[in-house]
């Protein structure tokens, strides 16, 4: 690990972890033991994918997209001792809500989760008159606490930073409209409770004629680094045979996180293993959650794989900064 480049955080050694293989040179690569959750773990699951993990109690907890067979979107709670073989609830979360004005969402889907204040913050795409941001946390994955939708619809991809900034809670997002969306530009938004949000910021943009021509989307929780705050993102191209989904990377300003700093011209990872090329919905390359360990500077990226399973790559801090500024924009 390059001594320049620092993962600010906590150690965390018993990342889920596998080598670069010998034959490959990629800055990312892929766990051998893809997918690592298959579609029917559980018997209600038509697939299980773009779900978020995290450490706890020196093991590890996550909150889980579930499509039923039922075709109806659901967040599952699930535990894993590894990171790599876990065990999902069968019943969906039923959060704790007073309002029942929101309580009774329509569908819940693309968690993230991330440890802030002592509590673990979920954020999630929730149907309210149509896609908006769901905010709750969780103490001890058994009583989960719903709050205020973050944002009016239409929103996707609200995930927030793992630490306050200037005294703010901080929150990236996507506007968004009421369909499969089109188009989409990163926002950032600051709240002083978790409930007001405003202070928008343009963060970024789709490129034309790229990888990332349609459409862009926060992927991860931010990664605090002594660099900056590193963003895996994921990014959306328009092709002859539907869209095309690609993880991408972007370093943004500490202490102003709507300013990019370096952001990557080439692409990642992209849809070109069979279980990311054919599923419910082809050609998909969704990260959604990242473990880190400040020790080694070891990243294990979780991703949705066309839409149908959850599978793990892997990058070193040091390796992926470089990449980053060496094949900036």
Known sequence: MNDNVKIIG??????????????????????AKNPIIPRDLIPKSNSIFNSATIP??????????????????????????DGFSWEIDENPIEFICDDIEIANFEYG??????????????TWCNGYHGPTIGVAYTEDFENFYQLENAYLPFNRNGVLFPRKINSKYTML????????????????????DMIHWGCHRH??????????????????????????????????????????????AAIL??????????????????PQKL???????????????????????RIAIYYGAADTVTCLAYAKVDELIEFIKNNTI
């Open 10 to 31: 906590e150690s965390l050694s018993n990342i889920p972890w596998e080598n670069r293989p010998p034959d490959s040179e990629n800055v990312v690569w892929r766990s």
């Open 56 to 81: 706890y109690k020196n093991k590890f907890a996550g909150v889980f997209r579930v499509d039923h067979k039922s075709r109806i979107m659901k967040l599952h709670r699930g535990f894993s001792d």
């Open 109 to 122: 889907y693309d968690p993230r989760l991330v440890k802030l204040d002592e509590k673990y913050y979920i």
């Open 173 to 192: 997002n996507r506007p968004s409209d009421n369909g499969h969306t089109p188009f989409g530009d990163i926002f950032y938004s600051e709240s002083p």
């Open 203 to 248: 963060v970024m943009t789709p490129i034309p004629n790229t990888w990332q021509s349609t459409k862009v989307g926060a992927g991860p929780n931010p990664i605090e680094t002594n660099i900056g705050w590193l963003l895996i993102y994921h990014g959306v191209l328009t092709s002859c045979n539907g869209f095309v989904y690609s993880m991408g």
């Open 253 to 270: 300003d500490l202490e102003k996180p709507w300013k990019i700093l370096y952001r990557t011209k080439s692409y990642l990872m992209s």
């Open 275 to 297: 279980y990311e090329c054919v599923g419910d919905v082809p050609n998909v390359f969704f990260p959604c959650s990242a473990l880190t360990d400040s020790e080694t500077g």
